[in-house]
């Protein structure tokens, strides 16, 4: 329940521009040029912040080719200190998956080799594309934002399409694209648990490589651990906690802590 609370008030507060959603307009004050934490669209009237996948693709898709040392020096920095708990706790996205699996329906699980596309993504369509495919000017497209992101279509898209009637008027193939995928992920997201950060987010994909080595991480007391299995039938992450208990695709969300009979799962700061 305190997990939810966290995830409720960060959401609030990484989208807490209301006028945007009275007037239909995106917010581009002086904190959006801080990246927030978690995936949340900048192109979303509430939004108060860049999300670090956009900021990535618009500054390596840029007619210099820059690379960001703010950008990657901010995930970074989350990443060693954190890593995916950003997933679990302050993620927009994953809130609303979250929130879509409690839907009572038939459940299912991903191949665990589907968990591997993410790194796909993040490579070709983050970092390859916005440099490689150019206009006439030297400008790269933002291709995961424009052509995959969900994420987008439902806190961006959709509300800006909603309040501004020219917008209405000027609707294409795209935005029907970008609907189908929205649409195909909120199905998946009742029967699955957060199929969208297990298999497409390249945010999720960044923070998931600090995990190993993040200074805040779980540890198991193979003293008190009695391999009873309880930990992993738990995770809605799939993963074997008690052999793997910093694995690439924990979300640090404390289900395991706290289904665990012995108490053998820890979370702890450590250098």
Do not use: H
């Amino acid at each position: 329940m305190k997990r939810k609370m966290i995830q409720l008030i960060s959401s609030l507060i990484t989208n807490a521009n209301l006028n945007g959603f009275l007037q239909g307009k995106i917010y581009k004050g002086t904190s959006k040029k801080i990246c927030v934490p978690g995936l949340n669209c900048y192109s979303c009237p509430g939004a108060v912040g860049s999300c670090p996948i956009g900021a990535i693709q618009a500054v390596m898709g840029s007619s210099k080719y820059n690379l960001s040392f703010y950008i990657f020096g901010i995930l970074i920095l989350i990443g060693t200190l954190i890593g995916r708990l950003v997933c679990g706790f302050l993620c927009p996205f994953g809130f609303i998956q979250e929130l879509l699996y409690k839907i009572k329906t038939i459940k299912f699980k991903l191949p665990r080799w589907t968990r591997f596309i993410k790194y796909f993504i993040l490579v070709i369509f983050v970092i390859m594309l916005p440099i490689l495919l150019t206009n006439e000017l030297g400008m790269g497209d933002p291709t995961f934002c424009k052509y995959i992101c969900p994420a987008g279509t439902l806190e961006g898209g959709i509300p800006l399409v909603l309040l501004n009637p020219v917008l209405q008027k000027s609707l294409g193939i795209l935005f029907k694209w970008k609907m189908i995928i929205l649409i195909f992920t909120i199905i998946l997201s009742i029967a699955i648990f957060r199929p969208f950060c297990k298999v497409i987010c390249p945010l999720g994909a960044i923070y998931a490589i600090f995990n190993p080595i993040s200074i805040y991480r779980y540890s198991i007391d193979d003293k008190k651990c009695v391999s009873c299995g309880k930990c992993s039938r738990k995770c809605n992450m799939d993963i074997e906690i008690y052999k793997n208990p910093n694995s690439l695709e924990c979300i640090r969300c404390g289900e395991c802590k706290n289904i665990c009979p012995t108490g053998a799962i820890k979370s702890e700061f450590k250098l």
